[in-house]
């Protein structure tokens, strides 16, 4: 069993930055595959992002490219989302989630462990 735990949502005013992190325990970090996920206000959940196991080749959604990175850091086992230029619609709940998955799995269904979430509000 693989625990995820988020942490750094909170209130930020459009156009700023914030720092997710991810402090994964309970498997070996480096087999899997770390991804964001997100899910605002009535909608769906969308892929973040998705960083491989190998700490390398990032692959991001369409709506955070050039605004969001990834980084991974398997000797403390956590994840780091940095999001910059920060939009109303960036608004939602974030989650980390995990897959036993050599390469960049982007459906929620391809995914074996996921945090709680936390909850990031982008006002204007």
């Known amino acids: 069993q693989v625990q995820l735990v988020e942490s750094g949502g909170q209130l930020v005013q459009a156009g700023g930055s914030l720092r997710l992190s991810c402090a994964a325990s309970g498997g070996t970090f480096s087999r899997y595959a770390m991804g964001w996920f997100r899910q605002g206000p009535g909608k769906e959940r969308e892929f973040v992002v998705v960083i491989s196991r190998t700490d390398d080749r990032p692959y991001y959604g369409d709506a955070v490219k050039g605004r969001f990175t990834i980084s991974r850091d398997n000797a403390k086992n956590t994840v780091t989302l940095q999001m910059n230029s920060l939009k109303p619609e960036d608004t939602a709940v974030y989650y980390c989630?995990?897959?036993?998955?050599?390469?960049?799995?982007?459906?929620?269904?391809?995914?074996?462990?996921w945090g709680r979430g936390t909850q990031v509000t982008v006002s204007s």
């Open positions: 989630a995990a897959a036993r998955n050599a390469g960049w799995p982007r459906r929620y269904s391809e995914y074996d462990y």
